[in-house]
Each structure stands twice: as structure tokens, then as C-alpha cells.
């Protein structure tokens, strides 16, 4: 029976986190769209951070729906509605001619992108058991690096094989999806997850925690209880690492990675070559949040990620700086990578499923979840502004300056939470709530 449950378990996790995997593919595979669409539509600046930010736009609307929802609907029916979103998406974006039609297409994967980002996370911490809640939670972090990493190596072979097939004279679907405009290609390999995604959750069973909470005929009080004495500091939390996660300079990596590096005297091919092995970095120090972060704990590990992101950052900005844009500039961006993927990018999403009571988890997640887009959104419109205004160096610093920030509110506010049950954790805020009343 026990072996049953187990295999269950792993199942249940894997299928949702398909959700995360998409996440990380539409995130990252606009990288290396974005120089083949710039070219093709003239985009201006503005256009461009539009073209990049238009799903991000998505994301938030998924967001703000999504608590709501899944208290009323239950968390598997979003999720098979983030499913369908992504699959109508990757479809609109391959095919669609006109630019107006790909960006709507582009706002409905983010609208899926939302539903996901937020429901994933909850719906993996209320079937988790308690001493393995960290570790489920990261597996969907885990997903999306290796979504992004997937696209990246995925964008990498439709380019080599739009350059071997270019002389081709034949036409066809193939010819103009994959050759003449590759980057429809790129959009159009994200159905293959989607429809398996939606296939898989046929066999997922509901939040359990859900059904007790619907069982019990807990009226929903939108977000008054969040704003409760007890609740302010887990509400700070839930704000705080969201946000100084977007401007920890991850973002500028996965959107801009290709330009930042052709730009640094890079050619496009190689940068291509450097965002895999970024993103294959990414995956592997994403693998030791999940083996540590029910061992080590959340606090030790989120201290020694936004330090060392910090530093790294620093370091990458001297680069630039200075003009070594070769082996060292390269080390120094892996290096951050690695600090971000066993702190800052899993373990907001395992804090903020976590820090919660079931009558507002949903909800409050949702908002914390808003927060991370809507910082997320602003990244995508600020960070070509910067650089062109501020140069490549000065805007890695300026993500450095927030990595520092997210050292300090870690170390002021985040308690450990390794192993306590949803109701230890609230009995914690009641408590801390009373002894500073």
C-alpha cells in the first residue's frame, strides 16, 4: 500500500509539474526568438520590451483569477485551463501572421503562465507530506529550469537546422515554420508538453487539503485575514521575495542573454551554445535545493544564495566593465546561476506555499505569486532601458543592489520552517504575533 501511495505521489508530481516546465519554456524561448522578430517587424525599443513583456501582462490576469478560482472550482480544473491556454498559445504564435495576433496569443500562454506559476506550486504543497514539502515544491522549480533549458536547446537545433536548410528550394508548412521563419519553429515545439500535460492531469487527484477545506464549508473572506496582526510579517515575506527575486538580474539573463552576449562580441550561434550551458547550470544547482532544503532548511540556504548572487553580480558587472567578455564573464554569470538555483529562484515558491493557513493559502499565494509578475513585468519593459542608457555593466550592479536587499529582509524576517506542519506554522505567527502585541 505504502509503495502504491509512493508511486502516486511521484506521478502526481510529475504531471504537475509539467505546469512548471511550461512556465520555464515560454519564459526563456523568447530569447531566442527575440532577434529573429526584432528584425522581421522593425520593433522598436518600446515594441520590443512590449513583445517580451505582453505575456508577462498575461501573467498577472492569470494570477489575479487564479486564488479565487481554485477555492471555488478546486485546484485541478485550473490547472487543466492553464493546460489549454498553453496549448492554444505555442498553436497562435507558430501560425499567426500578423504581429498584433502573436502578442494576443503570447498574452493567452501568460494567462497560462499565471495559472500555473501560482496553482503548481499550492496544489504540490497540499499533497506533500510535511518532511518532504520543501523538496516536492522545488521539484517544480526544478521543472522550469529544465523548461528552460529545453528551450534553449531547442532553439539552438531549429537554428542549426534552419541554417543547413536555407537553400532549400522546396516550400510547404515545414519549410516556413522551421526554416524562413524559425522562429515560429521555436514557438510551435511548445504544444508537444502542453497537450501532454493535459493528458497527464486525466489521472491527478485533487488537493486533498482542498477537499477537506471545501468538507468543512469554509466561507471565503477574500483577503481581510492576510491583513490580520498575525498574518503581517508572513504577508511581508510573501511580497518581499517575489519581488527581489525578479530583480535579482535572472530575468535579464533568460530574455536578453543572446543580445547581452552578441553585443559583449559574442556571435549568435555561441551565444546560443552559452545559454545552454547556462541553463544546463541552472538545473543542476536546482537539483541541490532539492536535495538540501528539507536537510539545511530554508534560511541557511536563501542566506547563502542572495550573498553569493550578490557577489557574482558584482563581479559580472566588472566584466562588462572592463571588457573580459571571454572564459571570465562567462564563470562569473555561471556562478550566479548556481547561487539563484539553490536559493532565490525555488525557494520563494516553497516559503510562500508554506507560510500560510488553509483558508487563505490560494489566495495568498496568489498575491504573492502577482507581486512576482508584476515585478517580472517591469524587468522585461526596464532592462533594455538600461541597457542603453546605463550600459551592460551598470545595470548588473543595479540587480546586485536588490540581491543584497534580499539578504538583509531574509536575515531580518524569514523564520525556519523545515519540517512543521501547515498548522505549526500558523500556531508560529499566532504566537510571534502575541509576544510582539
Known amino acids: 500500500m505504502k509503495a502504491q501511495s509512493d508511486f502516486l505521489l511521484v506521478m502526481t508530481t510529475v504531471v504537475a509539474s509539467l505546469g512548471g516546465f511550461l512556465f520555464g519554456?515560454?519564459?526563456?524561448?523568447?530569447?531566442?526568438?527575440?532577434?529573429?522578430?526584432?528584425?522581421?517587424?522593425?520593433l522598436s525599443a518600446i515594441q520590443e520590451g512590449w513583445f517580451v513583456s505582453s505575456a508577462l501582462a498575461g501573467c498577472i490576469a492569470g494570477v489575479i483569477v487564479a486564488g479565487n478560482l481554485s477555492d471555488r472550482l478546486g485546484r485541478k480544473k485550473l490547472l487543466y485551463l492553464a493546460a489549454l491556454l498553453f496549448l492554444l498559445a505555442a498553436l497562435g504564435c507558430a501560425f499567426f501572421h500578423d504581429l498584433s495576433w502573436i502578442i494576443t496569443a503570447r498574452i493567452c500562454g501568460g494567462v497560462a503562465v499565471g495559472i500555473a506559476?501560482?496553482?503548481?506550486p499550492l496544489y504540490l504543497s497540499e499533497i506533500a507530506p510535511d518532511d518532504k514539502r520543501?523538496?516536492?515544491?522545488t521539484y517544480y522549480q526544478l521543472a522550469v529550469t529544465i523548461g528552460i533549458l529545453v528551450a534553449y536547446c531547442s532553439n539552438a537545433q531549429l537554428l542549426s537546422y534552419a541554417e543547413a536548410h536555407k537553400q532549400d528550394t522546396g516550400g510547404g508548412l515545414i519549410q516556413f515554420v522551421f526554416v524562413?521563419?524559425?522562429?515560429?519553429?521555436?514557438?510551435?515545439?511548445?504544444?508537444l508538453p502542453a497537450a501532454l500535460f493535459l493528458f497527464g492531469l486525466l489521472w491527478v487527484p485533487e488537493s486533498p487539503r482542498w477537499l477537506m477545506q471545501r468538507g468543512r464549508a469554509v466561507a471565503h473572506e477574500g483577503y481581510g485575514p492576510l491583513f490580520e496582526p498575525a498574518m503581517r510579517r508572513a504577508l511581508l515575506i510573501g511580497i518581499l521575495l517575489p519581488l527581489f527575486s525578479q530583480f535579482s538580474g535572472i530575468n535579464a539573463i533568460i530574455y536578453y542573454g543572446p543580445t547581452i552576449l552578441n553585443n559583449a562580441g559574442i556571435t549568435l550561434s555561441n551565444s546560443f551554445l552559452s545559454q545552454i550551458i547556462f541553463?544546463?547550470?541552472?538545473v543542476f544547482f536546482t537539483i541541490f535545493a532539492i536535495w538540501k532544503v528539507d536537510s539545511l532548511g530554508r534560511r541557511p540556504l536563501y542566506l547563502w544564495g542572495t550573498a553569493g548572487a550578490t557577489i557574482s553580480l558584482i563581479m559580472t558587472g566588472i566584466c562588462f566593465y572592463t571588457g573580459a567578455t571571454g572564459i571570465a564573464l562567462l564563470c562569473c554569470v555561471l556562478a550566479f546561476l548556481a547561487f539563484f538555483a539553490f536559493s532565490i529562484g525555488p525557494l520563494k515558491f516553497v516559503i510562500a506555499a508554506e507560510i500560510f493557513p488553509d483558508n487563505i493559502r490560494a489566495r495568498a499565494l496568489s498575491l504573492s505569486i502577482m507581486v512576482m509578475w508584476v515585478s517580472d513585468t517591469i524587468v522585461g519593459q526596464l532592462t533594455p532601458?538600461?541597457?542603453?542608457?546605463?550600459?551592460?555593466?551598470?545595470?548588473f550592479w543595479?540587480?546586485?543592489?536588490?540581491?543584497?536587499?534580499a539578504f538583509i529582509a531574509v536575515y531580518r524576517l524569514l523564520p525556519e520552517t523545515k519540517g512543521q506542519s501547515f498548522e505549526q506554522i500558523e500556531q508560529y505567527w499566532k504566537n510571534t504575533s502575541k509576544q510582539t502585541a
Open 117 to 120: 506559476s501560482s496553482i503548481v
Open 279 to 282: 541553463g544546463a547550470a541552472n
Open 180 to 191: 524562413q521563419e524559425v522562429w515560429r519553429g521555436m514557438f510551435g515545439i511548445g504544444m
Open 134 to 137: 520543501g523538496r516536492l515544491v
Open 398 to 405: 543595479f540587480f546586485a543592489a536588490f540581491c543584497l536587499g
Open 385 to 395: 532601458v538600461l541597457l542603453r542608457s546605463l550600459g551592460t555593466a551598470q545595470t
Open 25 to 42: 519554456f515560454d519564459m526563456a524561448v523568447v530569447s531566442g526568438i527575440l532577434p529573429f522578430v526584432r528584425q522581421q517587424f522593425a
